[in-house]
T-cell receptor, first 113, second 110 residues
Framework: EAGVTQSPTHLIKTRGQQATLRCSPI?????VYWYQQALGLGLQFLLW???????NRGNFPPRFSGRQFPNYSSELNVNALELEDSALYLC????????????FGQGTRLTVV | SQQGEEDPQALSIQEGENATMNCSYK?????LQWYRQNSGRGLVHLIL?????REKHSGRLRVTLDTSKKSSSLLITASRAADTASYFC??????????FGSGTQLTVLP
């Protein structure tokens, strides 16, 4: 069974550009979480999608947005990139949101120069 | 904002010793989960303990939960160099969102 896959693994953008990160959950999982992890720090909650709908978002500006597609894959968009957006972006999926374990992808390392 | 806070932030022990990490949280939870992260990679789920459970074991791992104190501990027995990683607790509240703490960096010296 394929795990959670994220693409690309690395992404380098210049300040002001837009970045699009993608996540494919484990087959059958309908819940997708996005987290930002700056170097050496903990996971900051970004977005949570469940059954195609945004259920909650963390304390991030509106230039962080996303969506979940009918096949439950998800996309995270970051507009007007700033240097401090450089981080590891992790996606996780869960079969029953909150009741079962979350499975993580290997992350997308975004570097803004 | 972080729901869980791990303590200590960093822990260094010798191979064969036990490692204990603690997690405190602020609001009522449905369950609490522990995850491990090897350097710069995705997290791996270790164990889930529900709010009506007090202790759970998995191999060399032992997790306790004290809902009255809003705290949990993760014990790794007979540690190995391969246990070197960051360990995170994550809480799930009624809203079903998974919220992580700041993590404990464990270093096991050979």
């Amino acid at each position: 069974e394929a795990g959670v896959t994220q693409s690309p693994t690395h992404l380098i953008k210049t300040r002001g550009q837009q970045a699009t990160l993608r996540c494919s959950p484990i087959s059958g999982h309908t819940s997708v979480y996005w987290y930002q992890q700056a170097l050496g720090l903990g996971l900051q909650f970004l977005l949570w999608y469940d059954e195609g709908e945004e259920r909650n978002r963390g304390n991030f500006p509106p230039r962080f947005s996303g969506r979940q597609f009918p096949n439950y894959s998800s996309e995270l968009n970051v507009n007007a990139l700033e240097l401090e957006d450089s981080a590891l972006y992790l996606c996780a999926s869960s079969l029953l949101a909150g009741s079962t374990e979350a499975f993580f992808g290997q992350g997308t390392r975004l570097t803004v120069v | 904002s972080q729901q869980g806070e791990e303590d200590p932030q960093a822990l260094s022990i010798q191979e064969g010793e036990n490692a204990t990490m603690n997690c405190s949280y602020k609001t009522s939870i449905n369950n609490l989960q522990w995850y491990r992260q090897n350097s710069g990679r995705g997290l791996v789920h270790l164990i889930l303990i529900r709010s009506n459970e007090r202790e759970k074991h998995s191999g060399r791992l032992r997790v306790t939960l004290d809902t009255s104190k809003k705290s949990s501990s993760l014990l790794i027995t007979a540690s190995r160099a391969a246990d070197t990683a960051s360990y995170f607790c994550a809480t799930v509240q009624a809203a079903r969102q998974l919220t992580f703490g700041s993590g404990t960096q464990l270093t096991v010296l050979p």
